[in-house]
Antibody, heavy 119, light 110 residues
Framework: QVQLVESGGGVVQPGRSLRLSCAASGFIFSNYGIHWVRQAPGKGLEWVASIWHDGSNKNYADSVRGRFIISRDNSKKTVYMKMNSLRIEDAGIYYC????????????WGQGTLVTVSS | QSVLTQPPSASGTPGQRVTVSCSGSSSNIADNTVNWYQHLPGTAPKLLIHSDNQRPSGVPARFSGSKSGTSASLAISGLQSEDEADYYCASWDDSLDGYVFGTGTKVTVL
């Protein structure tokens, strides 16, 4: 069965960096794009970034462009997101999700990893 | 400040029909498909509707989606207690070159 497992969350000070990982199993990883979506405390879902199946194209939300970097290693079936210059408003639960070309939908999601940004 | 606008809340009694609206623009809903997600806080969001009106395998038939112009709607017929959750519309936005979620609607079963 399709599984996505996030890791790497934790407590970090403003201005510091953190790298999240999304490990996939149960499907042909190299055929699918992967997205990161976050939810700040008490807020709604916010799309953060996405990467194509082969890593050739990456897209970012305006709120993170220039600070976050998405990448993937198809040999390890893992997507990464390096988060630099973290801000208080970057705190929340970060989910990775599989992108499906049908309807450009996110059809499977992980359980999320919590990022806390605090001094 | 999402570009897709939803009402903050909706409610109904068991068995009733509830609709959730999603208002967008020519750069997102009008030119791209709409997807709907169900989310219980603390759990993984679930894809409910894709491609405007298609239900993935396993999603009950009481959930349906529609789209017209720059707006879309999710309908829940025969509301059940387990449908109490947050619902989000989403679409690709050509101007932003990114995926956008709606502001979210909390559905309460009275």
């Amino acid at each position: 069965q399709v599984q996505l497992v996030e890791s790497g969350g934790g407590v970090v000070q403003p201005g510091r960096s953190l790298r999240l990982s999304c490990a996939a199993s149960g499907f042909i990883f190299s055929n699918y794009g992967i997205h990161w979506v976050r939810q700040a405390p008490g807020k709604g879902l916010e799309w953060v970034a996405s990467i194509w199946h082969d890593g050739s194209n990456k897209n970012y939300a305006d709120s993170v462009r220039g600070r976050f970097i998405i990448s993937r290693d198809n040999s390890k079936k893992t997507v990464y997101m390096k988060m630099n210059s973290l801000r208080i408003e970057d705190a929340g639960i970060y989910y990775c999700a599989r992108g499906h070309e049908v309807g450009n939908s996110l059809d499977y999601w992980g359980q999320g990893t919590l990022v806390t940004v605090s001094s | 400040q999402s570009v897709l606008t939803q009402p903050p809340s909706a409610s109904g009694t068991p068995g009733q029909r509830v609709t959730v609206s999603c208002s967008g623009s020519s750069s997102n809903i009008a030119d791209n498909t709409v997807n709907w997600y169900q989310h219980l806080p603390g759990t993984a969001p679930k894809l409910l509707i894709h491609s405007d009106n298609q239900r993935p395998s396993g999603v009950p038939a009481r959930f349906s989606g529609s789209k017209s112009g720059t707006s879309a709607s999710l309908a829940i017929s025969g509301l059940q207690s387990e449908d109490e959750a947050d619902y989000y519309c989403a679409s690709w936005d050509d101007s932003l070159d990114g995926y956008v979620f709606g502001t979210g609607t909390k559905v309460t079963v009275l």
